[in-house]
């Protein structure tokens, strides 16, 4: 059993925050354990509490299209979130997204400094603004710093650009396309820094 089994079993047990009572699971990270890329998310979406897979919705299947698109191979990166449970409120039967508050942040930062402990990624990529801000400071701006490396003693290179889920919420097809455009740029800034793959 490795280690990052052992934590995604354990992650199940957790009740430092709330999130535990309104969700089925805490969804843990997957992919390569000596993965060159990290990729952090805010928090799991509805699909992914369900099926307690990270990054398996809509979002997801964006970040495989432009992974893909940029040259990087998915089979060889981590994928993973801030926070681990779905923060939401209830809308009839729809279950609709909130934003994670601090102390689900703080909870969690345990499981994410694990992961990174096990992984040690050599490019660590932040999707969107709560693990930019989580992760290296409160002072980081998505839309200014992304794609160009930012100073952190958490990996070689840290990276931030949008979360594919933004670029789902854009307001029409041209925005989005744009938006698109510059994630799979990012991307390809990621791939440079790891360089070829065997």
Not at 149 to 159: H, K, R, T, Y
Not at 167 to 175: G, M, T
Request: glycine fraction near 8%; charged fraction near 30%; proline fraction near 5%.
């Amino acid at each position: 059993m490795t280690n990052l089994t052992q934590l995604r079993e354990d992650v199940q047990r957790c009740t430092a925050c709330g999130l535990h009572e309104i969700t089925d699971k805490a969804v843990f990270g997957e992919g390569a354990a000596d993965a060159q890329v990290m990729f952090v998310g805010e928090q799991p979406g509805d699909k992914e509490d369900r099926e307690g897979h990270p990054f398996v919705g809509p979002a997801g299947r964006l970040l495989d299209q432009a992974l893909e698109e940029a040259g990087i191979d998915r089979s060889l990166v981590y994928v993973t979130n801030t926070v681990k449970r779905f923060n939401h409120s209830e809308r009839g039967k729809r279950r609709i997204h909130e934003r994670p508050r601090a102390e689900h942040i703080k909870a969690c930062r345990q499981w994410l400094d694990a992961e990174l402990a096990e992984v040690k990624p050599k490019v660590l990529v932040c999707l969107g603004a709560v693990p930019a801000q989580a992760l290296v400071g409160r002072h980081v701006k998505v839309t200014q710093d992304h794609g160009q490396p930012l100073e952190s003693d958490l990996a070689d290179v840290v990276i931030v650009t949008v979360h594919p889920s933004s670029i789902l919420r854009q307001r029409d097809e041209d925005a989005r396309q744009q938006a698109y455009r510059g994630f799979v740029e990012d991307l390809r800034e990621v791939a440079r820094r790891v360089g070829p793959t065997p």
